[in-house]
């Protein structure tokens, strides 16, 4: 059975960096390509970056720049490095696989931007 742990979000202000973290387990990590998503309040769940299982990173225009998407595939981790992050940015995030998320989501991790 498929198990996501995400986490890393907090309260930082906008500017600001977090590092997220996604810990997966009851899969075979390395053939698959990884995504995060997010979820504002009252807005669908978005993809905001996948990486490919040879580390080919594909990012979310609102994103481009400011996030940096990595893995390890020996520890089955997947990372987002945020920076720079705007109130905007605010939402809950979860790792899936991608392009189609088709694991049970995760709890997730609330990132909150605000000053």
């Known amino acids: 059975q498929v198990q996501l742990v995400e986490s890393g979000g907090g309260l930082v202000q906008p500017g600001g960096s977090l590092r997220l973290s996604c810990a997966a387990s009851?899969?075979?990590?390395?053939?698959?390509?990884m995504g995060w998503y997010r979820q504002a309040p009252g807005k669908q769940r978005e993809m905001v970056a996948t990486i490919s299982r040879l580390n080919s990173p594909n990012y979310a225009d609102s994103v481009k720049g400011r996030f940096t998407i990595s893995r390890d595939n020996a520890k089955k981790l997947v990372y987002l490095q945020m920076n720079s992050l705007k109130p905007e940015d605010t939402a809950v995030y979860y790792c899936n696989r991608a392009p189609s998320p088709g694991w049970d989501w995760g709890q997730g991790t609330q990132v909150t931007v605000s000053s």
């Open positions: 009851g899969i075979i990590f390395n053939i698959y390509t």
